[in-house]
């Protein structure tokens, strides 16, 4: 198994307001698409956006292309189902990655620049066959190759884990910071040397993901 987390460009004309709504207005930060799927030519969605939820439905509401949708806000952002009729370009750029012996591992990430990043994950030889399939107008780049998924979660060891979820507990993260290193040494019953290194390497994998770069 292979896997390749790539950054694809689409031409920012033949994209929808919708399709990316981290690009259609600056009161959106991030948009991620949870999980979804494509018949006769509609997409069917679930998302959560980070952003002003009337600056999401005013985009919405504007487009000839939705059928319906849901909004439900939350503390900073929303979560969203929405039914949409695709492009020809749209459809095209779908053809290039959802193939039978290809996975595409969601969220796919929406980012204001106009690229959409993910992860696909198949036979190397597949994988790597994907990437010649997009349209001469995308930009594709690779960011990380590796024989695993991945993901800011799983890339941790047990013991990463466990000084990271005993730093939180403690405060360590609270701004201003409530305990120091000292605390979760002893949340872990360990040398202050040792916490201060689990976590060094934590956060290190976790920043690496957050950044989608290799390490």
């Not at 399709?19 to 259609?24: F, K, S």
């Not at 949870?34 to 980070?50: H, K, N, P, Q, W």
Request: charged share 25%; proline share 3%; with cysteine.
């Amino acid at each position: 198994m292979k896997s390749l987390r790539i950054a694809i460009t689409p031409d920012q004309e033949l994209v929808a307001a919708e399709g990316n709504m981290a690009v259609a207005s600056s009161a959106v930060d991030r948009h991620l698409i949870l999980g979804g799927a494509v018949l006769d030519g509609r997409e069917t969605t679930i998302s959560y956006v980070e952003g002003d939820p009337d600056a999401i439905e005013s985009i919405l509401d504007a487009s000839t292309a939705v059928d319906e949708y849901d909004v439900t806000a939350t503390d900073g952002g929303c979560f969203l189902y929405c039914r949409q009729a695709l492009t020809e370009s749209a459809l095209t750029l779908f053809d290039a990655f959802f193939q039978e012996t290809i996975v595409v591992v969601p969220p796919y990430e929406c980012r204001s620049d106009g690229s959409i990043h993910m992860t696909v994950v198949g036979a190397p030889s597949e994988v790597q066959a994907v990437l010649q399939e997009f349209p001469d107008d995308v930009g594709v780049e690779v960011l990380r190759v590796g024989d695993t998924v991945g993901g800011a979660v799983t890339e941790l060891s047990d013991r990463q884990r466990e000084a990271v979820a005993a730093a939180w507990e403690c405060g360590y993260y609270e701004v201003p910071r409530d305990d120091g290193i000292d605390a979760v040494a002893d949340e872990l019953d360990c040398a202050v040397s040792t916490a201060s290194d689990l976590l060094r390497r934590a956060e290190s994998r976790l920043v690496a993901n957050a950044l989608d770069v290799q390490r």
